[in-house]
């Protein structure tokens, strides 16, 4: 029993961490048991080989930038943690969202009300005209759309084109009056694509991928001037057309209907151009501030640059933040902030004169674009280590003074703490310097 | 230059109240001093440079992000090689493998080559048998393989070492013992 139990003691023996009166009891079981020698013999030579062995050194590089390396991450994640934040402020904050939700809801109201208003009171008065469209020349009725049109954007406009209705309704007066109306079914696709429209638009903005998109246009996207002229028209547009600028010339007015001639000659093709025109440049660019509002694909695209740069895909990374920095100007600061210590500290870590140059450049100009940015002080922190570095290093005047001014402006944002300290004794060092070099 | 002399000379305490006061260039100085101790740790427990790096990664990306909640007056190492082994240690249990160095271990200087004149057939039997023992090492449940490796490897006492884990001393001697024992049985096998 005895020597299983010093048995058990014999590793902890030869680590030198038994008690007093436990070690003189192995030592005194050793003298005596051949086994528990020779077991002791083989723990010392395993322990020997265990701490013999080599493993292979990776390298002084290695060592000298594992600390810029973790450094780095330590950044990145704190701004992941910004990044999510923010996330949370546009897609997860209930109340916000709601606010967001309710307030679409109310556009969206407001304008199928209006639409449908606007229908009704241009039913109506086509009704009152009973417009004889079979009595129609050919080329005549190729303008039925273009009616169609007129009214669809009257509709967008919110203001029915009073004067030209009136117009037309006084120039169709003299026409027979048994011709059937205008059918209930056309001016039915003239407003539903309206709205549909609308609708998908929001859905849109509200990331609803489960409806089911309008045939006539594309999901995504959908502001494109050729969807809106195709929902409004049901006429595939001449691409030309298309292409045209936005003409700023007010619509036709009455007087100007009242020159053209006689009955529907009004709609001819040059003068239905106006209102299609309109119908574009009034959809297009409201929209799309709408997506922009609740896109999230700047996020998304910031989060991906953000893996990669975790993966160190540095070339993907870089392009993805620019791409960011293009099209979100609040994700801007952070996107080029990520690229600036990508280029200045994790891919390069090189402390030559040149390279030195370049990073401090880097960070001068990231604090003199983004002035308003809270990342200022952690850019100048950047700046200040980069520009002290390099005067150490050259000496010279020009670069002494700048990491001089760089510090100052750091130490502002520092308030009282060591770090202060720390960049308050760098000031005094850089001070001595610049005077020895007076 | 004499401000990074004085850095040197810095206490851990020092460096982590810096730390504390939002001064990254004090991080940067207790990784420096801490990173080849926590590099070769992890290298000895998941046995694979890349893995290492991570880990020496992560534990001191922990190590900062928890900075606040570290009680000034204690030691430093212990608690960061706590926070290493415990990544190594999960590491070992999600692979549910024990991870082998890759092939540039081979560059590991043999025994034998040493000394020149030493025997040749034994300078093999040597390395055959670290060959074994790392293997051995390598095949340890996680948690003994923890205690040998701090002991082994890193020196540390059975105080430092439960202080480390976390876990008793009457503990530690106990997974060192049955961690011994396996090993060698594995040698001698040999």
């Known amino acids: 029993m005895f020597h299983k139990q010093v048995k058990n003691f014999l590793s902890a023996y030869l680590d030198g961490e038994l008690d007093e009166k436990r070690r003189r009891l192995v030592e005194e079981h050793l003298k005596g048991c051949q086994e528990c020698s020779e077991e002791l013999n083989t723990l010392k030579a395993l322990d020997q080989l265990a701490r013999s062995s080599k493993v292979p050194e990776p390298g002084e590089e290695y ?60 039913t109506e008065r086509l009704r009152e005209a009973e417009l004889p469209l079979t009595l129609l020349s050919p080329k005549e009725e190729s303008s039925v759309p273009t009616f169609r049109e007129k009214e669809a954007t009257d509709l967008e406009t919110g203001e029915l084109l009073k004067e030209d209705l009136a117009a037309l309704k006084d120039r169709l007066s003299g026409l027979p009056k048994e011709a059937p109306p205008v059918t209930a079914l056309e001016e039915k696709k003239v407003s539903e694509s309206g709205v549909e429209g609308l609708l998908q638009e929001d859905q849109i903005a509200f990331g609803d991928k489960t409806s089911e998109p ?40 009455k007087a100007k209907v009242a020159e053209t001639g006689e009955g529907v000659a009004i709609y001819s093709d040059e003068a239905d151009e106006r ?40 070339e993907d990374a870089i392009k993805n933040y620019y791409q960011v ?104 060092v850089l001070e001595r310097d610049l005077n020895r070099l007076k | 230059m004499k401000e990074e002399g004085e850095i040197e000379q810095t206490s851990d305490g020092e460096l982590i109240s810096r730390v504390k006061a939002g001064d990254m260039g004090g991080f940067d100085e ?15 427990m998941v046995r694979d440079h890349d893995l290492a790096d991570e880990v020496v990664q992560d534990a001191f990306v922990k190590a900062y992000h928890a900075m606040n909640k570290f009680k000034e007056g204690y030691p430093f190492y212990p608690w960061i090689y706590r926070i290493a082994v415990n990544i190594c240690m999960n590491h070992l249990k999600q692979s549910k493998r024990q991870i082998r160095l890759s092939d540039e271990r081979e560059i590991r200087e043999p025994v034998g080559r040493e000394n020149p004149h ?26 003994w393989k923890a205690v040998l490796v701090l002991r082994a490897h890193e020196d540390l006492s059975y105080e430092e070492i439960s202080k480390v884990l976390r876990i008793p001393k009457g503990t530690v001697m106990s997974r060192l013992n049955r961690a011994r024992e396996r090993l060698k049985e594995v040698l001698e096998k040999l």
């Open chain 1, 63 to 122: 060592w000298k930038t594992l600390s810029g390396r973790i450094r780095s991450r330590i950044i990145l994640e704190e701004e992941e943690g910004r990044l999510s934040r923010l996330k949370n402020i546009l897609v997860q904050s209930p109340g916000r969202l709601k606010l967001i939700s309710t307030f679409a809801v109310v556009i969206l109201v407001l304008l199928v009300g209006r639409q449908f208003l606007n229908e009704e009171r241009g």
């Open chain 1, 214 to 253: 309008l045939k006539e246009a594309p999901p995504v996207p959908i502001l494109e001037e050729k969807e809106v002229s195709e929902i409004e028209t049901e006429e595939p547009l001449q691409e030309e057309f298309l292409a045209q600028d936005i003409p700023s010339e007010p619509p036709p007015s």
């Open chain 1, 275 to 314: 209102p299609r025109r309109r119908v574009a440049a009034k959809l297009k660019p409201a929209p799309r501030r709408y997506i922009k509002i609740l896109s999230l694909s700047d996020v998304e695209n910031f989060e991906l640059a953000l893996s990669q740069q975790s993966r160190g895909d540095y």
């Open chain 1, 325 to 428: 920095i293009e099209q979100n100007e609040k994700l801007a600061p952070s996107a080029q902030f990520q690229i600036n210590l990508i280029q200045s500290a994790t891919r390069d870590t090189a402390m030559d004169e040149k390279t030195l140059r370049r990073k401090a450049e880097l960070w001068r100009s990231f604090v003199e674009t983004y002035q308003e940015s809270e990342l200022i002080p952690d850019a100048y922190r950047y700046f200040a280590d980069n520009a002290y570095e390099l005067s150490k290093l050259t000496q010279k005047k020009e670069d002494i003074n700048q990491a001089i001014t760089v510090n100052e402006m750091y130490i502002k944002f520092l308030r009282e703490s060591r770090t202060a300290e720390i960049y308050n004794r760098r000031r005094i």
């Open chain 2, 30 to 44: 207790l990784v420096r001093r801490y990173q080849k101790k926590i590099y070769y740790l992890a290298l000895k």
């Open chain 2, 118 to 143: 030493s025997n040749p057939e034994k300078s093999l039997m040597e390395v055959e048998k670290m060959k074994r023992l790392e293997n051995a090492i390598d095949a340890l449940p996680p948690k």
